[in-house]
Nanobody, 128 residues
């Protein structure tokens, strides 16, 4: 089955950190640009960050700039999202997906990523 599997979520207090992982199953991730999205209760899914296939370019939405960092290890077929200084408003289910580098945020409303299918996501809860 061709999909991305997210992991690493959990319950943390404000100001703490988490690192999410996005592992590809059934295909080689190194050829794809990958983005992270999140969906909070009652809200639409939104784009958070995008990393190019070679890891040389990264993009972030304003709300996470300076706090989140995406990286990838193509040898491990995995993309990571390091989240620092977490805030309660970061609480959401986080998903990763293959996307096109141009217009990547638009995949937030897409029924499927560029390649493969949406995974189950990983829950991140930031609460004191």
């Amino acid at each position: 089955q061709v999909q991305l599997v997210e992991s690493g979520g959990g319950l943390v207090q404000p100001g703490e950190s988490l690192r999410l992982s996005c592992a590809a199953s059934g295909f080689t991730l190194e050829h794809f640009t990958v983005a992270w999205f999140r969906q909070a209760p009652g809200k639409e899914r939104e784009g958070v960050t995008c990393i190019s296939s070679d890891g040389g370019r990264t993009y972030y939405v304003d709300s996470v700039k300076g706090r989140f960092a995406s990286s990838r290890d193509n040898a491990k077929n995995t993309v990571y999202l390091q989240m620092n200084s977490l805030k309660p408003e970061d609480t959401a289910v986080y998903y990763c997906a293959t996307v096109t580098e141009t217009g990547w945020e638009g995949y937030s409303g897409s029924p499927r990523p560029l390649y493969g299918s949406w995974g189950q996501g990983t829950q991140v809860t930031v609460s004191s």
